[in-house]
């Protein structure tokens, strides 16, 4: 039977060494690039490739304000009280994501 420690241990080395052997693009482009692909594919034709990625971008942050507002509530609920200003934080700092396709 394994140690859960030195699984961790050995997860972690494994992690370590693919990163310093790749780029963190390298690594996750792909996903990244399926990931973002979701949010262009709703868009209309005939747009600039500018409006584009500004619509694109738009979208996203919709749906990550979606996802943190979805996870107030459920905490909310588990602990009987309502806080929407974490709500409102979690929407309102979002300004480093990444929109290329």
Do not use: W
Not at 17 to 28: F, I, Q
Not at 85 to 97: F, G, H, K, P
């Amino acid at each position: 039977m394994f140690n859960p420690a030195d699984m961790a241990a050995r997860g972690r080395i494994g992690g370590y060494s693919r990163a310093a052997k790749y780029r963190p693009d390298e690594l996750t482009g792909a996903a990244r690039s399926g990931f973002m692909r979701r949010f262009y594919k709703d868009l209309p034709e005939g747009l600039t490739e500018q409006e584009r990625a500004r619509r694109a971008e738009c979208a996203l942050r919709a749906h990550m304000c979606a996802l943190a507002r979805k996870s107030v509530v459920s905490r909310s609920k588990r602990s009987g009280k309502r806080n929407h200003n974490r709500e409102v934080y979690a929407c309102e700092n979002m300004t480093s994501l990444k929109t290329s396709p």
